[in-house]
């Protein structure tokens, strides 16, 4: 999923998600274990979440839209309170331009030149640890469309010059490349979508295939001689969705040494209600027990902020624009939240809930942000 870059894509106008407490899981989940420590040995994940590197595997699209307006006070306040050390931020949404890109890249620049102690553009892995040792928030940049890439595999060098470190192959529908989720479940990836690969594996650039088809999907994880990312997505065997991924799909990823971040969006359940935290969790411990503690993250899908009424009215229409055009996914009838989410520190809340599952601190570091970072020091190395 890919939101307008403007100032509402990042910012609620409502600062009440700060005075929220922290809520519990709303049901009880079966015990698992980690690698290091049980939950009697945990850290309070308060403590925890503070100390870790949390990392947010898709977030706030088009955030160079922030820059500079009344309300960017209040963006760089809940920048500061939501604990978050690094976010994959889209560029281009689901249809850019070539030229339009460049412009949100150019935006994001202008950020971080007027705001240098709250952002850092990520050049290189050590700019993530940077980041995390300068309270700062690192940005990656990355593509969820190839729209911007058009049929010229060539422009994935020029993008990669622009600092642009993850890319997909097709947003929901096909594309030069590959297939998207939306168009079914045979069409994988084309000669030119293998070129592609090629390139970004030489460059230094990290695949995302979120959005592919299973023959894509499957093709992506073949063709690529690194390992592959699936930044936000959900499980095929707790809820039947094009956009969530099948066990046999999340193995091979792992076994490549990949890394898979569930997702916030509506797609976690069926299209009558609106998923909960019970739901992503049910998700994430999924993930874990198909892929293992190494290969798990999270990426939202959504903007930092928490969501005010107004927020969602304006979220509603959007949504109907892409139902119009073709693009929406099933299931795109309800507001992109989980509502015991909302708030801009909710991957505390998940820190909160795995602690209360019995995984270990270890894990809960891993899943928070340690095994993303990890995965793009394996893959941005030229």
């Known amino acids: 999923m890919s939101r307008p870059g403007d100032r509402r894509a990042f910012l609620s106008l409502s600062s009440r998600a700060f005075l929220a407490g922290i809520l519990a899981p709303t049901a009880t989940f079966a015990a698992s274990t980690s690698s290091d420590d049980g939950a009697a040995g945990a850290r309070p994940s308060r ?12 977030s706030t699209p ?9 309300d960017t006070a209040e963006a760089l306040k809940v920048v500061r ?36 102690d709250h952002f850092l553009r990520v050049a290189r892995h050590d700019d993530l640890e940077r980041a995390k040792r300068e309270h700062k928030l690192a940005l990656i940049l990355s593509f969820e469309a190839s729209s911007m890439l058009g049929d010229k595999p060539d422009r994935i060098e020029t993008f990669r010059n622009l600092d642009v470190l993850v890319m997909q192959l097709s947003y929901n529908r096909k594309s030069p490349f590959g297939c998207g989720c939306l ?13 592609a690969i090629a390139r970004m594996n030489s460059l230094g650039v990290a695949l995302d295939l979120s959005h592919a088809n299973v023959a894509t999907t499957k093709d992506g994880i073949a063709a690529s001689t690194k390992p592959v990312v699936i930044t936000h ?5 707790v809820f039947e969705h094009p956009r969530n991924k099948t066990d046999r799909e ?18 976690l359940t069926e299209d009558t209600r609106q998923p909960m935290l019970v739901d992503f969790m049910q998700h994430l411990t999924h993930a874990l027990d198909v892929c293992g503690e190494d290969h798990v993250g999270i990426g939202t899908d959504l903007s930092v902020a928490a969501l005010t009424d107004e927020d969602i009215a304006y979220l509603m229409k959007y949504l109907e624009e892409r139902r119009k055009k073709g693009i929406a996914a099933p299931g795109e009838n309800r507001p992109l939240y989980i509502p015991d989410l909302n708030t801009p520190r909710r991957l505390e809340r998940v820190a909160d809930a795995m602690q209360k599952q019995g995984y270990g601190s270890r894990a809960i570091e891993k899943v928070l942000g340690l095994n993303f970072s990890r995965v793009y020091r394996d893959i941005w190395t030229a």
């Open 47 to 58: 403590n925890l979440y503070d100390d870790a590197f949390v990392f947010d595997g898709n």
């Open 62 to 70: 088009g955030i160079g839209g922030i820059c500079c307006s009344d």
């Open 81 to 116: 309170e939501s604990g978050v050390t690094a976010m994959k931020t889209t560029m281009g949404g689901f249809e850019g331009s070539f030229e339009e890109t460049v412009g949100e890249i150019a935006a994001v620049q202008r950020l971080v030149g007027h705001f240098p």
């Open 183 to 195: 168009d079914g479940d045979t069409d994988g990836v084309t000669s030119l979508g293998r070129e």
């Open 233 to 237: 997505a959900g499980c095929r065997a």
């Open 250 to 267: 999340m193995k091979a990823m792992a076994d490549r040494g990949g890394v898979m971040g569930i997702y916030m969006l509506p797609f």
